[in-house]
């Protein structure tokens, strides 16, 4: 005859049993529903890859999850570079719209504000002005738990270039504003023509140092006699990085132009910083990532990464201020 203790403890085995039976069986529902949300997530994300507006997810942290590709038919810049800078979102919007813009997701993320869009500009890679409309709406799973906010952007330019910005303007005012349009299309487009011959010797160079770090690591398991042409192959490599195509005199006597009198103010505010940190800091202002500053300077995208780093701290900056809005300001 079993004694009380056993019985208590054959009821505890039992209740345990029921328990891990249920545990399996939530444990089966939670698995089919995170499939079902996997192939929804694919669907979604298969659609959006061929939509010409640019769509992303935002956590409640406000972090991007996925960006769809159609960003860069929009700005130039891919998805893989909004992902690995969380700055760049902020770097392009058009500078009297980016406490409207801050305040928007501050609203959606926090559902002060629901289902209402906003127009807003943004500035291409290549400082090509853009009106955009963004609208964003709210994702739950099925058992109602919040994961942020899927917002979808679409170029707008065309239709306020046919509505109009001008009304009610007299002459002067709009002889004026032409007068500051072209001033200001000229500034853009010697940015522009900067901007891309940058981008291009960066690629360049990205290129050649992938070349060079491939060349290094083959070049012990050939003959002797191949290991001297690679040799050869990897000085003139090494030769043409140390040239540069990019004068950094070049580089500043251009750059002044275009933006007289940065490199003086930059020196008098922050007379810590070296000759390379300035034009580190006017690469920067240019609105380039990370990424395409070491092609410039010919190391690698975490070293680059560090100098930034280091630049916000020989400046003082606070962490929530942009390094890039500052320069863009200075």
């Known amino acids: 005859m079993l004694s009380q203790s056993d019985h208590s403890i054959q009821d505890r085995i039992q209740g345990l049993e029921k328990q891990i039976s249920e545990l399996k069986g939530e444990n089966i529902l939670l698995q089919q529903e995170k499939l079902d949300l996997c192939m929804e997530k694919d669907k979604y994300q298969l659609i959006s890859d061929f939509s010409n507006d640019w769509d992303f997810w935002l956590n409640p942290g406000g972090d991007f999850n996925w960006i769809s590709p159609s960003c860069y038919d929009l700005t130039g810049f891919s998805a893989e570079e909004f992902l690995n800078d969380p700055d760049l979102f902020n770097n392009i919007i058009y500078p009297e719209d ?4 801050q305040q928007y997701f501050k609203n959606v993320l926090n559902f ?28 739950f799973d099925r058992i109602g738990s919040y994961l942020g906010q899927r917002c979808s952007i679409r170029d707008i ?79 003139k490599i090494n030769e043409h990085l140390r040239r540069q195509s990019f004068n950094p005199d070049d580089f500043k006597l251009h ?38 500053i070491a092609g410039l300077i010919n190391i690698t995208p975490d070293s680059a990464e560090i100098k930034r780093i280091r630049l916000r701290k020989k400046i003082g900056l606070e962490k929530q201020v942009n390094l890039t809005s500052f320069l863009q300001q200075l």
């Open 255 to 292: 750059f002044e132009k275009v933006h007289p009198g940065f490199f003086v103010r930059l020196k008098g505010k922050f007379p810590v910083l070296t000759p390379k940190d300035q034009r580190i800091c006017a690469y920067i202002r240019l609105g380039l990532s990370t990424k395409e």
């Open 98 to 101: 980016k406490i409207s813009i």
């Open 157 to 235: 330019t065309r239709l306020m270039t046919a509505l109009g910005q001008i009304s009610e303007m007299s002459d002067k005012q709009i002889w004026e504003m032409k007068i500051k349009n072209k001033y200001r299309d000229e500034l853009a487009g010697k940015d522009r023509e900067l901007i891309g011959s940058l981008i291009e010797i960066a690629r360049k160079n990205e290129i050649l140092l992938y070349i060079k770090k491939n060349l290094t690591l083959i070049s012990n398991s050939l003959p002797p006699s191949t290991q001297t042409k690679l040799s050869e192959m990897l000085s």
């Open 112 to 139: 002060s504000t629901i289902s209402q869009g906003i127009e807003f500009r943004i500035l291409t890679r290549t400082k090509q002005l853009r009106w955009c409309e963004l609208n964003s709406k709210g994702m």
